[in-house]
T-cell receptor
Framework: ETGVTQTPRHLVMGMTNKKSLKCEQH?????MYWYKQSAKKPLELMFV???????ENNSVPSRFSPECPNSSHLFLHLHTLQPEDSALYLC??????????????FGSGTRLTVV | AQKITQTQPGMFVQEKEAVTLDCTYDTSDPSYGLFWYKQPSSGEMIFLIY??????QNATEGRYSLNFQKARKSANLVISASQLGDSAMYFCAMREGTGNQFYFGTGTSLTVIP
C-alpha cells in the first residue's frame, strides 16, 4: 500500500460533468503535486503546492481546478473536460526542497476517461 | 529541447540477465539530481535510485545501479539478474537546483522473458 492514496482509481465522465479527484498522504510531506500522464508523452507537471500554497501552475486550462485544504490532502476539480483530457492523473508528495536526494512518493493514479 | 531523453521505447531481457536502460539529460545548472522510477501496470510510480550531480561514485541500490557519465550527460540504469517482476515502464527524471519540479522522460517499457 503506497503512502499516497488516490481515489477513485478509475473515472469515466461526460464532457458536461463535474467531478473531483482526491489525493491523501500521511507521510508528513509538505509539498504535493498533480501530474498528467498521457501515452507516449513525458509526465506533465500541472500544479505544485508547497506548505498549502500553490507555487506552480504550468499553463493548465481552467477546466482543471486544484485545491489543497491542508498539507495532507489535495484535490483536482474537473468540469467540462475534453476527450483529450483522458489520461492517468498522478498525485505525488515530497518533503520540501531540503532533502533533494529523495524523490517523490507517488500515488497509484486515477485513470480518467472523458466520453 | 527536452530535458530528459529516453531513446528506447521497449526493451526485452532474458530472466537472470542484466539490462541497461538509457537516459540522457540536458541542463546548465551545476547542481541537479537524477532519478529512476519504475511504473508497473498498477500505475504507481516507484522510486528506485538517485544520483546527485556532485556524487563521486555511481549510485547502487540492490540490483539497481546507475552508470553516471557526467561529461556525456548520461545516467543509464543497470538492472542485474533480471526477474519477471521487473517487467514495467521505467522513467528517468531530473530535478534542477532547489526546484520542486521533476522533468521526466517518455519511459522505456521493459519485458523480462522467462
Amino acid at each position: 500500500e503506497t503512502g499516497v492514496t488516490q481515489t477513485p482509481r478509475h473515472l469515466v465522465m461526460g464532457m458536461t460533468n463535474k467531478k473531483s479527484l482526491k489525493c491523501e498522504q500521511h507521510l508528513g510531506h509538505n509539498a504535493m503535486y498533480w501530474y498528467k500522464q498521457s501515452a507516449k508523452k513525458p509526465l506533465e507537471l500541472m500544479f505544485v503546492y508547497s506548505l498549502e500554497e500553490r507555487v506552480e501552475n504550468n499553463s493548465v486550462p481552467s477546466r482543471f481546478s486544484p485545491e489543497c485544504p491542508n498539507s495532507s490532502h489535495l484535490f483536482l476539480h474537473l468540469h467540462t473536460l475534453q476527450p483529450e483530457d483522458s489520461a492517468l492523473y498522478l498525485c505525488a508528495s515530497s518533503q520540501e526542497v531540503v532533502q533533494r536526494r529523495y524523490g517523490y512518493t507517488f500515488g497509484s493514479g486515477t485513470r480518467l476517461t472523458v466520453v | 529541447a527536452q530535458k530528459i531523453t529516453q531513446t528506447q521505447p521497449g526493451m526485452f531481457v532474458q530472466e537472470k540477465e542484466a539490462v541497461t536502460l538509457d537516459c540522457t539529460y540536458d541542463t546548465s545548472d551545476p547542481s541537479y539530481g537524477l532519478f529512476w522510477y519504475k511504473q508497473p501496470s498498477s500505475g504507481e510510480m516507484i522510486f528506485l535510485i538517485y544520483q546527485g550531480s556532485y556524487d563521486q561514485q555511481n549510485a547502487t541500490e540492490g540490483r539497481y545501479s546507475l552508470n553516471f557519465q557526467k561529461a556525456r550527460k548520461s545516467a543509464n540504469l543497470v538492472i542485474s539478474a533480471s526477474q519477471l517482476g521487473d517487467s514495467a515502464m521505467y522513467f528517468c527524471a531530473m530535478r534542477e537546483g532547489t526546484g520542486n519540479q521533476f522533468y521526466f522522460g517518455t519511459g522505456t517499457s521493459l519485458t523480462v522473458i522467462p
